[in-house]
């Protein structure tokens, strides 16, 4: 009976082991990092379904449309911004990591690493981005009606204006739409129907030496460097080193 015992354990480990996603490679590193970060937020949040996050994360990775239910899109919109990133989710370790973080447990990977990983993977993002952010203004510039700064900035007038130009200090209302250089809206105030007001010289660089060049009435549209945005370090959605393209339309100044 005691040579049968060992034997016995084996058996009930195996199963167990092989249900546990290989958690040594930096993808399954990250992977469990965000989804063990989201499911600790989520904890305070029961208003959100975790399965249905992960669902919908799964189904903006495998291409589906999202769909009606409130967890699921906000999965989608996750795992969309993951995919229009070119970062690669490995969703059997990202579950692991969200009941994780759901449950309160204690981390599978230590967390220095999940930490290391996560920074290794946005310093690879940025570069990769600076790359492709070069290359993309290189390009545009040579557009017809293109006209590029001294700081580097470029814009084109799409509709031209008559009214005042503002100044730093002034307080402006526009409409504008934000993308990235691949196509994805990460900011709209058209698409939520209300236009934005803020001080010129309290916003990104390149929205304060831009707007100034407007009249109201007009729209341009900007392409703005990395080191005139978010710089090395992003913002939100916005991956580091982005170069950002606004569509800017000036309704007005408020002084």
């Known amino acids: 009976m005691k040579k049968i015992i060992p034997v016995l354990i084996l058996a009930l480990c195996i199963p167990a082991l092989a249900c546990t996603p290989g958690l040594s490679s930096e993808k399954a590193k990250y992977s469990y990092s965000f989804g063990y970060q989201i499911g ?88 990769k981005n600076l790359k492709a952010g070069s290359v993309y203004l290189a390009a545009n510039k040579k557009k017809e009606g293109v006209v590029v700064t001294a700081s580097g900035l470029q814009y084109r007038i799409l509709v031209p204006g008559n009214g005042q130009s503002p100044r730093a200090t002034d307080k402006v209302r526009v409409h504008y739409t934000g993308k990235l250089i691949n196509g994805e809206v990460f900011d709209s105030s058209i698409a939520r129907n209300t236009p934005a007001e803020f001080v010129l010289n309290q916003v990104i ?28 370090r992003g913002a ?10 606004f569509e800017v339309e000036l309704l007005g100044i408020l002084r």
């Open 40 to 127: 600790s937020v989520l904890k305070s949040r029961p208003m959100f379904n975790r399965e249905n996050i992960t669902a919908g994360m799964k189904d903006a990775l495998e291409g589906r449309d999202p769909s009606g239910d409130k967890s699921r899109q906000i999965g989608h919109r996750l795992g969309k911004s993951y995919k229009d990133q070119g970062i690669s989710i490995d969703m059997e370790v990202f579950t692991l990591g969200v009941n994780d973080g759901y449950e309160g447990t204690e981390p599978k990977i230590a967390r220095n690493v999940m930490s290391d990983a996560v920074s290794t993977l946005q310093r690879d993002i940025s570069e």
């Open 205 to 232: 660089k390149g929205w304060t030496e831009g707007v100034q060049l407007m009249k109201v009435g007009s729209k341009y549209e900007f392409a703005i460097p990395s080191d005139l945005g978010y710089g090395p």
């Open 236 to 245: 939100g959605s916005i991956p580091g080193n982005s170069v950002l393209i």
